[in-house]
DNA sequence: TATGCGGAGTAAGCGGATGA
DNA sequence: TCATCCGCTTACTCCGCATA
């Protein structure tokens, strides 16, 4: 009963919100931009390689999205309508992007920057510990760097993983997506997005556990 | 409390693509 | 040619919830 509340909320907020964009309303345009932009760009990053091409694959969405409403005929919800277009642009783009080598991808490990300031160690000929903190630095909370790390080392465990496992793992795990609503987006199976799914989360719990064995204090 | 049902997680196997 | 990776399907199991 809750659930059917729920879901006519949802249906009516769609209506109202999709009259809204029809008549050119400006302000119901942006409000939606502001609601979905970041789950958006999320999406979009599963596809796409960086968050500059990802912000231009929303963009293009959006386009899409107001060059689309006539045609939108509410058999779906309009969010996930939205995705779709999102997920198609993405798509596409990803497959482009796979297939050019940007030059500035060349060599983009800049190492020529120290990782500490040098002006924070002694000079070498300082009479007392040369190269040796001048300003030691202060210990970090450990709860705070523990979950720091714990959610940089799950980014980085995500990038790694194929196109796939990638969409999936972002939609359920990061945007809390249905999965009937993954499956849509997609274009897949419910199976198959099962088991994606679950080789994805496999992946980032090894790639996590192999973090924790390296960490661990000898 | 037992039972049935649906959703989700997991494992196994197959086939296609790709690189050595 | 073979090994490896990945996507996909299928089948099984587990868990939570509703109902008798």
Do not use: Y
């Amino acid at each position: 009963m809750v659930e059917q509340t729920a879901l006519a909320r949802t249906i009516s907020d769609d209506e109202r919100v999709l009259a809204a964009l029809r008549v050119g309303d400006e302000q119901a345009f942006l409000v939606l931009v502001q609601r979905l932009h970041p789950s958006m760009l999320h999406v979009a990053l599963a596809f796409v390689p960086s968050r500059a091409v990802a912000e231009e694959v929303v963009q293009e969405a959006w386009l899409g999205v107001l060059k689309g409403l006539a045609q939108f005929e509410g058999r779906s919800s309009l969010r996930r309508w939205i995705f779709g277009i999102l997920s198609n642009c993405a798509r596409t783009r990803g497959f482009r992007e796979a297939r050019s080598v940007p030059l500035s991808s060349l060599g983009a490990e800049d190492d020529s920057e120290p990782a500490v300031d040098p002006s924070r160690f002694r000079p070498p000929d300082h009479s007392h510990w040369p190269g040796h903190w001048s300003s030691p630095p202060t210990p970090w909370p450990e709860e705070q760097l523990l979950r720091r790390e714990a959610v940089e080392a799950v980014e980085r465990a995500i990038q790694d993983l194929p196109p796939g496992q990638r969409a999936v793992i972002t939609l359920r795990d990061i945007q809390g997506c249905e999965s009937a609503e993954v499956c849509d987006v997609l274009g897949i199976s419910e199976g198959n997005q099962r088991v994606l799914l679950h080789r994805a989360r496999s992946k980032v719990r090894a790639h996590l556990e192999r973090r924790l064995q390296a960490e661990k204090p000898r």
